[in-house]
């Protein structure tokens, strides 16, 4: 083998060589771009999962938070339910109570007092009216006050018989107070205080009410 012939030989080796190292280079760059890659995926792949995480706490908080507020949403209107119902109910019998034990006048008022005077057998010595106070004016329910102040002596007992068949009579009475004003000769002094309340006329009262005695529009008793 001559020279040139192994320098051609050393040559071609030499580039080979090259060539493969070269080869070489651009492969582990290739797997090391892929390695990369691969780290950055797993990466965003562990931050998608916190995030997803977070994501399904937060709507399980927030889930459960309206179903709180559903709760006592349903709670809070169980009271309201068939409220129209009620009102109906309710205004008919606030209407029944009006028409049946308030009086239209201070005549009824006197004459049902002495009525249950005479049933107990105590005499009635003095009625005194306070203003008449209007209550729940310009509305469908409007009504008038009437305060009293009276008067009566009798025997104990029948004068304890009036005050409660007073208290349980078909026309309402309210007794603010119940003073003893002295005992003599057998006889006992009583002094009540009173409020009922007139209600305007209805129906066919209205008719009538020209004819009813002692009305407050003529000057109430005194």
């Given at each position: 083998?001559?020279?040139?012939?192994?320098?051609?030989?050393?040559?071609?080796?030499?580039?080979?060589?090259?060539?493969?190292?070269?080869?070489?280079?651009?492969?582990?760059?290739?797997?090391?771009?892929v390695?990369?890659?691969?780290?950055?995926?797993?990466?965003?792949?562990v931050?998608?999962?916190?995030?997803?995480?977070?994501?399904?706490?937060?709507?399980?908080?927030?889930?459960?938070?309206?179903?709180?507020?559903?709760?006592?949403?349903?709670?809070?209107?169980k009271?309201?339910?068939?409220?129209?119902?009620?009102?109906?109910?309710?205004?008919?019998?606030?209407?029944?109570?009006?028409?049946?034990?308030?009086?239209?006048?201070?005549?009824?008022?006197?004459?049902?007092?002495?009525?249950?005077?005479?049933?107990?057998?105590?005499?009635?010595?003095?009625?005194?009216?306070?203003?008449?106070?209007?209550?729940?004016?310009?509305?469908?329910?409007?009504?008038?006050?009437?305060?009293?102040?009276?008067?009566?002596?009798?025997?104990?007992?029948?004068?304890?018989?009036?005050?409660?068949?007073?208290?349980?009579?078909?026309?309402?009475?309210?007794?603010?107070?119940?003073?003893?004003?002295?005992?003599?000769?057998?006889?006992?002094?009583?002094?009540?205080?009173l409020?009922t309340?007139?209600?305007?006329?209805?129906?066919?009262?209205?008719?009538?009410?020209?004819?009813?005695?002692?009305?407050?529009?003529?000057?109430?008793?005194?």
């Amino acid at each position: 083998m001559t020279v040139m012939t192994r320098s051609a030989m050393t040559q071609g080796v030499q580039g080979v060589s090259e060539k493969t190292r070269a080869l070489l280079t651009r492969l582990n760059l290739y797997y090391a771009g892929v390695a990369a890659l691969a780290l950055v995926n797993v990466y965003l792949l562990v931050h998608m999962g916190f995030a997803w995480r977070a994501a399904n706490s937060q709507n399980a908080e927030a889930v459960a938070q309206q179903t709180v507020a559903m709760k006592t949403a349903e709670i809070a209107k169980k009271p309201l339910e068939g409220l129209d119902a009620k009102l109906v109910d309710a205004t008919a019998d606030a209407d029944k109570f009006s028409e049946r034990r308030l009086p239209l006048a201070y005549s009824e008022v006197l004459s049902e007092l002495g009525a249950l005077t005479k049933k107990q057998n105590v005499k009635m010595t003095r009625v005194q009216y306070a203003d008449p106070v209007p209550v729940l004016a310009g509305t469908g329910g409007a009504l008038t006050e009437v305060r009293m102040d009276a008067s009566l002596s009798g025997d104990y007992r029948p004068l304890v018989l009036f005050v409660n068949e007073l208290e349980r009579d078909r026309m309402f009475f309210l007794i603010n107070g119940v003073t003893l004003t002295g005992q003599q000769g057998g006889m006992v002094g009583l002094r009540l205080r009173l409020t009922t309340y007139l209600r305007p006329p209805i129906g066919a009262e209205r008719l009538a009410k020209s004819g009813v005695a002692s009305d407050p529009a003529g000057g109430e008793p005194r």
